[in-house]
Structure formats: C-alpha cells, structure tokens
C-alpha cells in the first residue's frame, strides 16, 4: 500500500488553489476560506463571480493498493491497482452523515481526492498546475447512508470514472477527474444566480439550519447547545463577512470548504 505523504490541507490547499488560477473560458471560481479575513486591501471581492452558485468540498487522501493481497484485487473485484478512500468512523460515522445532510439540499457537494500516490508524482503536479486534474471527484449524494462504527471507504481505479461504495458492495458510474471540472460547473448554470447580499443572507441562513438540525438529530438532549458560530449576531449586510461566517460554519460542523463558482460578467 502507497500513500501520498501529504496531509488533506495540504492536498486542499493546492486543490483551491488551482481553482482560483484556472481559465475555464469565462467561468470563475473562488473558494471562501477563514483567511480571507486577511486580505481587505489584496482584492478578494473583485474575484467573486457576479453570478453563480455554491459548490462544496471535503478533500480526502487515499491509499494506492497494488499487491496481489490487495482486498479486492484478491477478490477479483480490481484485475490492476486501485485507490481507497477511508471514511472517519467516529461517533457513527458523523462527518459522513452530515455530508449527506449537506448533499440532499446542494447535490454540488463531493469528496475529492487525489490520484497520485507519492509525495514525488503531488510535487510534479503542484509545480505543473496539474493538482486539480489528477484529482477523483465524487458526488457525495450518490454514497449511501451509514449509521455505523465499522470503516467504511470507496475504491476506484485510475482513469475509470466508476467507483464502489463499501459499506455493501455498490458500484456508481458517475464521478468526474478534476479536468472535467469545467464542464461541470457549466452544467450548474440552470441554478446560477446574483450573489449579492441577499444570496449571503440566504445561504447563511440556510447554512445555520442545517447545522442546528445536526446537532439536534446527534444530541436531542441538547437542543439548545448551538455555539457562538450559530448566534445570530449582527454582521451587517456586507457580502464578505455573510459568506465568511457561513465558510466558518461549513468548515467547523461539515469539514467542507465553500467554493462560489460561475461567471464574473
């Protein structure tokens, strides 16, 4: 078994960033990250899409398994080497519960993670501006439901667009490598919208409610506990400091990182 030598920031540091470099042909996307908060004088609004929508991401790392005694390459389910994902199993297997929440209100919520399997073959990629295209990309409302402390994953092979979710065995056969990514985002178009101040205010909203019915769906004994990032303090009206609170919710409770994609005209 290889695995990349990496840790998920740093995968999901690379990852945004290419996105926020890329050319898709008049598509823009522009991830919404805490740090933003420094960096009022440097511009970050004039790269927000004037009209769009929200994408999500949790970046994952995965093992490369490539011997014969390999799970499922000795089950004859691979016949070459293949990738795993492991999802968390804490508490029920939480995070990936609460993906699902997210997923059901926003199918634009997937897992990524990369497909190269040695801290030499992620360096290439970083230097050649291939992170994002040699990423595996999947939808997380295509996974199952799993309420379970058992270690559940996803496999997938490289350049096959197929994957298995393993709690019992399912293929899928739509998942996307990072290349095809601005396709994608055209396809969201038909749910593109302003994102002005309304939209912050919304998705803000939206963002705090299903991060209450979490929490009180895990802790129904404590259906007051919210936490400062779920009070509804003033924050102005402001688009920047609205969406900086939601990508600290979505961070904090979800594990995802807010990506506002569409077009700057």
């Known amino acids: 078994m290889a695995q990349v030598g990496i840790s998920e920031f740093t995968f999901g540091y690379a990852f945004l960033f290419e996105q926020t470099q890329a050319n898709w042909a008049g598509l823009t996307a522009a991830p919404v990250l805490p740090s933003l908060q420094k960096e009022e004088e440097q511009g970050w609004d004039a790269r927000l899409p004037l009209i769009g929508t929200d994408f999500y991401y949790q970046f994952k790392l995965a093992d490369y398994l490539s011997r014969s005694n390999a799970s499922y390459l000795a089950d004859g389910t691979y016949n070459a080497p293949y990738y795993r994902i492991r999802l968390h199993r804490r508490n029920g297997s939480q995070q990936h519960r609460r993906l699902r929440q997210l997923s059901i209100s926003n199918p634009y919520t997937y897992y990524v993670a990369p497909e190269f399997n040695s801290i030499e073959q992620f360096n290439t990629s970083f230097l050649a501006h291939q992170v994002t295209t040699d990423c595996r990309i999947i939808p997380v409302h295509l996974c199952d439901d799993i309420a379970d402390d058992k270690q559940h994953c ?27 990514m601005g396709d994608v985002y055209r396809e969201s178009s038909r749910q593109w919208q302003r994102l002005d101040a309304r939209f912050a205010e919304r998705l803000l909203e939206r963002t705090r409610e299903l991060a209450r019915r979490v929490i009180a769906q895990e802790m129904p004994t404590n259906t007051g506990l919210t936490g400062p990032l779920l009070d509804e303090g003033a924050l102005g009206n402001q688009p920047r400091q609205l969406l900086l609170r939601t990508a600290d919710i979505l961070s904090v409770t979800l594990g995802v990182t807010l990506v506002l994609v569409g077009s700057p005209e």
């Open 154 to 180: 996803i496999t997938f092979q490289p350049g096959s667009s197929t994957w298995d979710f393993r709690s019992e065995r399912r293929r899928h056969e739509i998942s996307y490598r990072g290349k095809e």
